[in-house]
């Protein structure tokens, strides 16, 4: 068996896309903390053929890692070998079926389109809600779909939904439709490139935006959010932590470590982005939006209700009330939120010691922390982190 620094491992990522690159950074990090191999990148579906395959194949190449969802002959390949491979975010294609040595990572679709109906209720603002999937109608984008329109029906809302068609007819269709609605309408899109179009076709409607509609879209990918007008917000993925986890699997397949194959393992959401597309216009939502975006950069501080109080200029009684109403829940308990998860996430994802967390999580005192981790989620910290948070 080759040893750990003579393993040659080839990563197809679209390196064009935020989501290669983090996914990326993700293997990367995963190097740092004590992998090491002989990485080949790929970086465009150009470069990833079946005859690369192939030939990498027969230079003994050890593992594979790759992303690129189109190309299908490479993927045919790689379906055919037995070679230790693990696929990212691929659906719908023969390799799925694959069993031996093989292991799949994935964004979790049904985590997305839950936060993103939670994070347009709670903006307070919206009488109604639609979904606009991606034009080559996805399984991942139904996924999405149905996951947002279950969380909404759950908190007593209808959503409107747009499947994709191919071509530019089904935003028309949006838009007519959008003008016989309850507004302003939040509306949810199955990625960045497809909300670009949709607020391109509002704009060209004059339906404003965010006075008429909302717009969300999935990936947080800079170039495309920054730059639409007005700007959008985005839901990201954790594609680094994918990237992670892809590589930490293949490592263990490639040492004979890991034995249950297949295997797929799904990332959920890093963070909501907010920009101009989903900024609230009602005085309370505004007051409210203000205090959620200051609680999200200053909770790990340690600041108490009465900083956010202050940092809003208002009596406690209107902040807590404006918050219940919009948020459904107290200023406290957002705070108290926000940490835990990081908390959470800290301990599934470094070897930080608890006392560590909880100075960086604001909490002075970690016995405190200890106690209302166990209250909270009804199992220790240590416990927590030793099953990977299955206890959630």
Same mark, same amino acid.
Request: with cysteine; aromatic share 6%; charged share 25%.
């Given at each position: 068996?080759?040893?750990?620094?003579?393993?040659?491992v080839?990563?197809?990522?679209k390196?064009?896309?935020?989501?290669?690159?983090?996914?990326?950074?993700?293997?990367?990090?995963?190097?740092?903390?004590?992998?090491?191999w002989d990485?080949?990148?790929i970086?465009?579906?150009?470069?990833?053929?079946? !005859?690369? #395959? /192939?030939?990498?194949?027969?230079? *003994?190449?050890?593992?594979?890692?790759?992303?690129?969802?189109? +190309?299908? =002959?490479?993927?045919?390949?790689?379906?055919?070998?037995?070679?230790?491979?693990?696929v990212?975010?691929i659906?719908?294609?023969?390799?799925?079926?694959?069993?031996d040595?093989?292991?799949?990572?994935?964004?979790?679709?049904?985590?997305?389109g839950?936060?993103?109906?939670?994070?347009?209720?709670?903006?307070?603002?919206?009488?109604?809600?639609?979904?606009?999937?991606?034009?080559?109608?996805?399984?991942?984008s139904?996924?999405?779909?149905?996951?947002?329109?279950?969380e909404?029906?759950?908190?007593?809302?209808?959503?409107?939904?747009?499947?994709?068609?191919?071509?530019?007819? !089904?935003? #028309? /269709?949006f838009?007519?439709r959008? *003008?016989?609605?309850?507004?302003?309408?939040?509306?949810?899109? +199955?990625c =960045?490139?497809?909300?670009?179009?949709?607020?391109?076709?509002?704009?060209?409607?004059?339906?404003?935006?965010?006075?008429?509609?909302?717009?969300?879209?999935?990936?947080?990918?800079?170039?495309?959010?920054?730059?639409?007008?007005?700007?959008?917000?985005?839901?990201?993925?954790?594609?680094?932590e994918?990237g992670?986890?892809?590589?930490?699997?293949?490592?263990?397949?490639?040492?004979?470590?890991?034995?249950?194959?297949?295997?797929?393992?799904?990332?959920?959401?890093?963070?909501i982005?907010?920009?101009q597309?989903?900024?609230?216009?009602?005085?309370?939502?505004?007051?409210?939006?203000?205090?959620?975006?200051?609680?999200?950069?200053?909770?790990?501080?340690?600041?108490?209700?009465?900083?956010?109080?202050?940092?809003?200029?208002?009596?406690?009684?209107?902040?807590?009330?404006?918050?219940?109403?919009?948020?459904?829940?107290?200023?406290?308990?957002?705070?108290?939120?926000?940490?835990?998860?990081?908390?959470?996430?800290?301990?599934?994802?470094?070897?930080?010691?608890?006392?560590?967390?909880?100075?960086?999580?604001g909490?002075?005192?970690?016995?405190?922390?200890?106690?209302?981790?166990?209250?909270?989620?009804?199992?220790?910290?240590?416990?927590?982190?030793?099953?990977?948070?299955?206890?959630?």
């Open positions: 068996m080759k040893t750990d620094a003579a393993r040659t080839i990563v197809a990522l390196m064009s896309s935020i989501a290669g690159q983090d996914k990326l950074s993700g293997i990367f990090r995963y190097l740092e903390d004590g992998g090491s990485l080949k990148l970086r465009t579906r150009g470069e990833l053929t079946a !005859e690369s #395959v /192939r030939n990498a194949i027969e230079r *003994k190449v050890d593992g594979f890692i790759v992303s690129i969802p189109d +190309a299908g =002959d490479a993927l045919d390949a790689l379906a055919s070998s037995s070679i230790p491979t693990v990212m975010d659906h719908n294609h023969p390799i799925c079926e694959r069993r040595r093989i292991a799949f990572v994935r964004n979790d679709g049904e985590d997305i839950c936060e993103a109906a939670n994070f347009l209720l709670s903006q307070g603002i919206f009488r109604s809600f639609a979904f606009i999937g991606d034009v080559a109608n996805n399984s991942w139904r996924t999405r779909g149905a996951a947002f329109k279950k909404l029906w759950e908190n007593g809302f209808y959503c409107e939904t747009f499947e994709g068609s191919g071509d530019s007819d !089904e935003t #028309v /269709r838009i007519k959008l *003008k016989t609605m309850h507004l302003p309408c939040g509306v949810f899109v +199955a =960045d490139d497809r909300a670009h179009d949709v607020i391109q076709a509002c704009n060209m409607a004059n339906v404003k935006i965010p006075g008429q509609v909302g717009i969300l879209g999935v990936d947080n990918d800079t170039l495309i959010c920054e730059h639409t007008n007005p700007t959008l917000s985005s839901l990201q993925p954790d594609f680094a994918e992670y986890l892809a590589a930490r699997m293949l490592d263990e397949m490639m040492s004979g470590k890991f034995c249950e194959t297949p295997r797929t393992v799904y990332c959920g959401v890093k963070q982005v907010r920009r597309s989903t900024m609230p216009l009602s005085l309370a939502g505004r007051l409210v939006q203000r205090a959620v975006a200051y609680i999200d950069r200053n909770a790990l501080t340690g600041i108490s209700v009465g900083d956010v109080v202050s940092h809003l200029r208002v009596s406690r009684r209107l902040a807590d009330l404006r918050f219940r109403q919009l948020q459904g829940q107290s200023i406290l308990q957002a705070i108290m939120d926000r940490r835990l998860a990081e908390v959470k996430r800290l301990l599934l994802t470094t070897s930080e010691s608890i006392e560590s967390i909880s100075t960086s999580c909490y002075s005192n970690a016995n405190s922390l200890k106690n209302l981790f166990k209250k909270r989620y009804n199992v220790s910290m240590r416990d927590f982190r030793k099953a990977g948070g299955r206890h959630q």
